[in-house]
């Protein structure tokens, strides 16, 4: 569920931090507030399955600054920018630097539900990507070099007689080393097996 998310608040305004956390807490979902973007940096914990609404103009550290920061970092956080002065330049210069999102203030309790739900509903389904892809990549780690030649044989779509030649093996030892690799990588089919090859073969690397 997606409102199983945490939402960091970070507004320099209490007025609007505490009316955003009321909203947040009647919809059923839990947040924290922050009344500056260096506050966030220094406390905010578990970034994982969370969600940032930022305000856009605050004293030292603005929204956008905060966000560059956060990628710097490497953090993908989903981000949502608030502004009250509807500067298309500013919400330009927020989905450059990554925001998922933008809205101006003032904004209504819908508008702000329906975007948070958007946002955090893309979120979870790129972490859940990530995931599978990971798990791909460690599955293609498991393979020995030979392992890994003979896939890329069948992910090419060779029949066995073609890998086995050119790897100068026999057609039975190719057959084996399929079966071999259809258990390591716990692939049910040829199509969930050539799947999860496409999905991790960016980062594989080979052992003997």
Same mark, same amino acid.
């Given at each position: +569920?997606? /409102?199983?998310?945490?939402? @960091? ?9 505490? #009316? ?6 009647? #919809? ?29 103009? +605050?004293?030292? $550290? ?9 990628? %710097?970092?490497? /953090? ?19 989905? %450059? ?7 101006? %203030?003032?904004? &209504?309790?819908?508008? +702000? ?13 790129? #972490?859940?990507?990530?995931?599978? @892809?990971? $798990? ?7 393979? &020995? ?36 690799? $259809?258990?390591?990588? @716990?692939? @049910? #089919? ?10 991790? &073969? ?7």
């Amino acid at each position: +569920m997606t /409102n199983a998310f945490l939402i @960091h608040i970070v507004d320099d305004e209490e007025p609007v931090r505490q #009316s955003l956390s009321f909203l947040l807490a009647a #919809s059923g979902w839990r947040s924290r507030k922050y009344a500056s973007a260096a506050e966030f940096l220094d406390t905010a914990e578990d970034l994982e399955d969370a969600c940032l609404v930022t305000d856009l103009r +605050m004293s030292e $550290m603005n929204g956008i600054e905060l966000l560059q920061r956060l990628r %710097k970092n490497g /953090n993908t956080l989903p981000v949502i920018v608030v502004t009250g002065h509807g500067d298309v330049l500013a919400a330009v210069d927020a989905m %450059k630097a990554g925001a998922s999102d933008f809205i101006e %203030k003032p904004f &209504s309790e819908e508008a +702000m539900l329906a975007t948070l739900t958007r946002v955090c509903a893309a979120a979870q389904e790129k #972490s859940q990507v990530r995931h599978q @892809h990971q $798990m791909a990549r460690e599955k293609l780690e498991s393979l &020995s070099t030979r392992e890994r030649q003979v896939l890329d044989g069948v992910v090419n779509g060779l029949p066995n007689k073609s890998i086995a030649r050119n790897l100068g093996l026999s057609p039975r030892t190719v057959e084996v080393y399929r079966a071999t690799i $259809m258990t390591k990588m @716990h692939a @049910h #089919s040829l199509a969930e097996l050539v799947r999860m090859a496409v999905e991790g &073969s960016d980062q594989y690397v080979g052992r003997d």
